[in-house]
């Protein structure tokens, strides 16, 4: 089942989003498992509602099927989270197939929008006792449970059957904010290009660190800018006064779309990372401001977690930060501690493998146990930031004769994270969808020397990969990472093949799967994530 902190404030929101004049819940109980409606918001001429199965017993509930009617002039538009049917006025749900038992105690939620005000369902039941005074079948009704009515409802455009990728490897991208703009890059590129169903995991770049507390990043591109029907995700415009818009209610709209996926808030990373300094001070005060920001009322569904990229603790990135090799556990613990047990929690972390190195300067394997997963980001390890190079591929996977510095490659940050203890089903293998370059360069093989940067799109010495595998195709491969040499400009960069490999590596090494930074270096129609889901399995 979807797991998620959305679960602990759905009940507290929805009076204070609902007006009050709005009936917004209806619980109904069939023995010790109920269902709750709630709306979640209405607008008069239309409403969100959310429903929420617990089960309450002592034994773990396989399935369930809740049936209901919706009163005359009320009707349901799109739905996520469930498998639901109608006949009339007459509409049943039932468990996503890809969603495990309901445990003890455990609830799960799914969700829909109908027409008009919200109004409370009239005949429920679930698993076929009634729901205002049945009990729990000892097993559910027999037949089918997933059968369809004899008139199912037409298919939903906003909501296409999907599958979450098989395999049970994690592959994650990072949905950089400020793509919305130069690069016009929006969060319905992400459906058609076909990534989104082979996501399991949307990371959304970037929180602020604003006086060591979170703080909204760019929030015209987060929850303001109103989006077209041609730019929108499921085709329907943002209105002026629709209470949410921007990258966030888009992002709402794709889950829908696809259940499966989550979509973590990235707080920091290289430009932001300076306030995780004060925040090492007060791990809590800390904790409390990213919980208020993430969990905002406003768009407390769309997160499932919170990520940290601290760039980078105890240890030096645009600034140095000197809080002690505690300072990362210490604050890892307190967003764990404040999110609580179902909230995603995870890191961005160095993937310098070098001896005395990043790793080595902050107790990484201490934060293990308050972290679902880390990412060491394997790539830029080289790049024109040395404008005279060498010239080296900038995320080798394995060492190589002649690599510019000891360490620098994605197996070294990888043995050294598994020898500090930190399990390897807890390490994910980073890929850059982008290439770094030179200009200047006479030698084809790494190591030439250099004059600049090379000319790059949007910034010298980086390029998107939809870009150079058309206009410095790579030819030559050396540290399991490709590279070419194009008149005197020298990238490299991965490419399908390249992925390939370093996907097999991962399953080799039992790694929890892969991430990459960002969507937009991607083709149309999803190259390189297609290489990565792949090579997975």
């Given at each position: 089942m979807r797991t998620s902190v959305r679960r602990a404030v759905w009940a507290g929101v929805a009076a204070v989003v609902v007006a009050a004049a709005v009936p917004v819940a209806a619980a109904f109980g069939a023995g010790t498992v109920t269902a709750t409606f709630a709306a979640a918001s209405d607008w008069g001429t239309g409403h969100e509602v959310r429903v929420t199965v617990t089960n309450g017993s002592s034994a773990a509930l396989s399935t369930w099927r809740i049936e209901f009617d919706l009163p005359s002039g009320t009707t349901m538009g799109s739905f996520w989270d469930a498998d639901v049917t109608r006949t009339g006025?007459?509409?049943?749900?039932?468990?996503?197939?890809?969603?495990?038992?309901?445990?003890?105690?455990?609830?799960?939620?799914?969700?829909?929008?109908?027409?008009?005000?919200?109004?409370?369902?009239?005949?429920?039941?679930?698993?076929?006792?009634?729901?205002?005074?049945?009990?729990?079948?000892?097993?559910?009704p027999t037949g089918n449970p997933t059968s369809t009515p004899t008139n199912p409802p037409t298919s939903n455009p906003t909501n296409p059957p999907t599958n979450p990728p098989t395999g049970g490897k994690k592959l994650i991208g990072y949905f950089a904010e400020w793509g919305v703009y130069a690069r016009n890059y929006h969060v319905k590129n992400i459906h058609t290009s076909g990534s989104a169903a082979k996501l399991t995991h949307i990371l959304y770049a970037f929180g602020n660190t604003t006086g060591g507390?979170?703080?909204?990043?760019?929030?015209?591109?987060?929850?303001?800018?109103?989006?077209?029907?041609?730019?929108?995700?499921?085709?329907?415009?943002?209105?002026?006064?629709?209470?949410?818009?921007?990258?966030?209610?888009?992002?709402?709209?794709?889950?829908?779309?696809?259940?499966?996926?989550?979509?973590?808030?990235?707080?920091?990373?290289?430009?932001?990372?300076?306030?995780?300094?004060?925040?090492?001070?007060?791990?809590?005060?800390?904790?409390?401001?990213?919980?208020?920001?993430?969990?905002?009322?406003?768009?407390?569904?769309?997160?499932?977690?919170?990520?940290?990229?601290?760039?980078?603790?105890?240890?030096?990135?645009?600034?140095?930060?000197?809080?002690?090799?505690?300072?990362?556990?210490?604050?890892?613990?307190?967003?764990?501690?404040?999110?609580?047990?179902?909230?995603?929690?995870?890191?961005?972390?160095?993937?310098?493998?070098?001896?005395?190195?990043?790793?080595?300067?902050t107790d990484y394997a201490g934060a293990a146990n308050s972290v679902n997963w880390f990412m060491p980001m394997t790539y830029?390890?080289?790049?024109?930031?040395?404008?005279?190079?060498?010239?080296?591929p900038h995320s080798p996977l394995t060492s190589y004769a002649g690599i510019p510095t000891a360490g620098f490659n994605s197996d070294a940050a990888i043995q050294k994270l598994k020898s500090k203890g930190i399990p390897a089903s807890k390490l994910l293998l980073g890929?850059?969808?982008?290439?770094?370059?030179?200009?200047?360069?006479?030698?084809?093989?790494?190591?030439?020397?250099?004059?600049?940067?090379?000319?790059?799109?949007?910034?010298?010495?980086?390029?998107?990969?939809?870009?150079?595998?058309?206009?410095?195709?790579?030819?030559?491969?050396?540290?399991?990472?490709?590279?070419?040499?194009?008149?005197?400009?020298?990238?490299?960069?991965?490419?399908?093949?390249?992925?390939?490999?370093?996907?097999?590596?991962?399953?080799?090494?039992?790694?929890?799967g892969g991430f990459f930074w960002e969507l937009s270096g991607d083709t149309s129609n999803g190259e390189l994530i297609s290489a990565m889901k792949n090579g997975l399995g």
């Open positions: 006025d007459h509409y049943v749900a039932v468990k996503k197939s890809w969603m495990g038992p309901l445990n003890p105690g455990a609830s799960v939620s799914w969700g829909y929008n109908g027409t008009g005000p919200y109004r409370a369902p009239l005949n429920c039941t679930i698993n076929g006792a009634s729901c205002s005074t049945g009990t729990t079948p000892t097993n559910p507390r979170c703080t909204i990043g760019d929030s015209y591109a987060d929850y303001e800018k109103a989006y077209t029907a041609a730019d929108s995700v499921d085709g329907v415009a943002d209105t002026w006064d629709q209470p949410l818009r921007g990258n966030f209610n888009q992002l709402r709209k794709l889950k829908r779309m696809y259940p499966h996926l989550k979509v973590i808030y990235s707080i920091g990373g290289w430009t932001w990372s300076g306030g995780f300094t004060q925040a090492a001070q007060n791990p809590a005060a800390f904790a409390e401001s990213c919980y208020q920001m993430v969990e905002d009322p406003r768009w407390a569904d769309v997160f499932d977690g919170i990520d940290i990229d601290w760039e980078y603790p105890n240890a030096c990135g645009l600034s140095c930060d000197a809080s002690g090799p505690n300072a990362f556990k210490n604050v890892m613990a307190a967003l764990r501690s404040r999110f609580g047990s179902s909230a995603l929690v995870t890191a961005a972390i160095t993937a310098d493998g070098s001896n005395g190195g990043k790793i080595d300067a830029d390890y080289f790049g024109a930031f040395a404008p005279q190079g060498p010239t080296a890929i850059g969808f982008y290439g770094r370059g030179w200009s200047g360069v006479t030698q084809e093989a790494p190591g030439g020397s250099a004059t600049g940067a090379a000319p790059g799109t949007y910034e010298q010495g980086i390029e998107d990969y939809k870009v150079l595998k058309n206009t410095c195709p790579a030819n030559r491969t050396i540290g399991g990472t490709a590279y070419a040499k194009c008149g005197s400009n020298w990238w490299s960069y991965d490419t399908p093949s390249t992925i390939g490999g370093k996907m097999s590596y991962a399953n080799g090494q039992g790694l929890g």
